[in-house]
């Protein structure tokens, strides 16, 4: 791992030194990037798999809960890295113009403006907690369950900011490896954490919250510690600085940070409209529902390292006034993720039994889990265009208009369609509509991608 990073740095240099980079030299660098990201997100998909599966050996009623608040859970996991990313991206800028020390002042900014921001946002969560499940149409046999995985979580939301935070500063500055093997590290603490308050504490749907909790409270100390105390680019020990958010970083953070947040809002809530036009299918969709989700981000996992790669190559390389590398960077990284994402859909579309049978003993999940599953494998080539054209676009610090091409699709394509298919096809019809919705969103992407003016360095 010290090996690639090592490398991996010396080509990060040559962007921002002016240097000709190969053919050769530009794929080997993507690939150095995204495979680190690649392992950070499979630690999160197998956290949430172990999660899940724990939780599922409970019985329908207790996936069910986790399940009716999981997309708000998604919601609020939205907004912390959108403002994570506001920050982050103007670091990948300053460290591709070779100013590290600028890039440092961003950090010190970012931890007291997402502090404040995270807290507020638990105070929140908090307030809502107890009658969330009822507004998203729970019944009561999930609703105590639901209320309570979800009061935890929200208290947990600062927590996860700092988590946020300080991975993707890391990754910004370019330092894929260490963000990856805490991610791990985190998986294996989850399954130990998870595994004591569940079964041995005997504290079901609250024991997964807490050991979960506990998990991230340890990789966001140490993702901190790496950042703040041990990375050469960001340490901001033994240097003066101030902590104090300046008009113009906040600003620009906004700017970023907004478009991205307004975004997974607008994602979120229709996520959240799903799962009421879901819920009147009865506890076994629901549970169905939310494990077809869990498993289906097996897929994706490639799609996001990749834009992780991309985020960081397109914000150095535009940092470095590098447009022509920005567009060569843009095309290697789409062509990797829907190459992979399309693997990964004929997986998914072979092994959805296996899947599904991890996740949950009941047959009747598992039926319909399985059956959600395979019509989604179809829409992932165009799920991987759409992801990484959009970690692009974030690098470039081109997020308002991409923000707008994704509530047009979710709300007038799938919106659309799954509430005229599930009366009628059930489950079913809700996952066609996200099939069709996400080839429609991978489409408009690629052209935006091909033809739009998201390049823009008068702006870094």
Not at 193 to 213: K, P
Not at 222 to 243: A, D, N, P, Q, R
Not at 289 to 307: D, H, K, Q, R, W
Request: proline share 3%.
């Amino acid at each position: 791992m010290k090996f690639t990073q090592t490398k991996s740095e010396g080509l990060l240099n040559m962007i921002r030194n002016g240097q000709n980079m190969t053919l050769r030299q530009q794929v080997s660098l993507t690939l150095l990037l995204s495979i680190p990201g690649f392992f950070a997100q499979i630690s999160h998909i197998i956290m949430e798999y172990i999660d899940a599966s724990m939780v599922g050996s409970l019985g329908a009623e207790s996936s069910a809960s986790i399940g009716l608040v999981a997309t708000t859970m998604w919601l609020f996991w939205g907004l912390t890295s959108s403002i994570a990313s506001g920050f982050s991206v103007q670091v990948a800028h300053f460290m591709g113009a070779n100013k590290q020390r600028e890039a440092r002042d961003v950090l010190r900014q970012s931890i007291v403006a997402t502090l404040v921001f995270s807290i507020a946002l638990a105070m929140v969560g908090i307030g809502i907690s107890s009658y969330l499940p009822v507004w998203l149409g729970g019944t009561e046999e999930i609703n105590g369950g639901a209320s309570a995985y979800f009061l935890i979580f929200a208290a947990s939301i600062p927590v996860y900011q700092m988590h946020f935070i300080g991975a993707s500063m890391l990754r910004c500055s370019g330092n894929m490896a260490t963000p990856s093997v805490l991610d791990v590290c985190m998986c294996l603490m989850d399954v130990v954490f998870n595994y004591f308050f569940i079964f041995i504490l005997d504290m079901g749907v609250v024991g997964a919250a807490i050991g979960t909790l506990c998990a991230e409270t340890i990789t966001a100390v140490l993702m901190m510690y790496f950042l703040c105390f041990k990375t050469k680019e960001m340490k901001i020990v033994g240097e003066h600085g101030s902590f104090k958010p300046t008009r113009k970083c906040i600003a620009k953070a906004i700017r970023i940070g907004l478009p991205m947040g307004i975004e997974h809002i607008v994602i979120c809530v229709a996520q959240i409209f799903t799962t009421v036009i879901v819920a009147p299918l009865g506890k076994y969709a629901i549970a169905a529902n939310s494990f077809g989700v869990t498993a289906e981000s097996l897929c994706y996992m490639p799609g996001y390292g990749i834009a992780d790669a991309a985020t960081t190559l397109v914000g150095q390389s535009l940092g470095a006034k590098r447009k022509e590398l920005v567009k060569r960077f843009a095309k290697i990284t789409v062509v990797m993720g829907v190459f992979s994402m399309t693997i990964m859909g004929i997986v998914m579309y072979i092994g959805a039994p296996l899947m599904m049978a991890i996740l949950t003993p009941v047959e009747q999940i598992r039926q319909l889990g399985v059956s959600a599953l395979r019509i989604e494998a179809f829409a992932e080539p165009m799920f991987a265009a759409s992801i990484v054209c959009y970690g692009i676009f974030v690098g470039a610090g081109d997020t308002i208009i991409p923000a707008g091409m994704n509530f047009l699709s979710i709300w007038a394509v799938r919106l659309t369609l799954a509430a005229l298919l599930a009366p009628t096809m059930g489950l079913n019809g809700v996952w066609l509509a996200m099939c069709i919705e996400l080839c429609f969103r991978g489409i408009i992407f690629l052209i935006r991608l091909k033809w739009g003016r998201w390049i823009k360095t008068e702006k870094i």
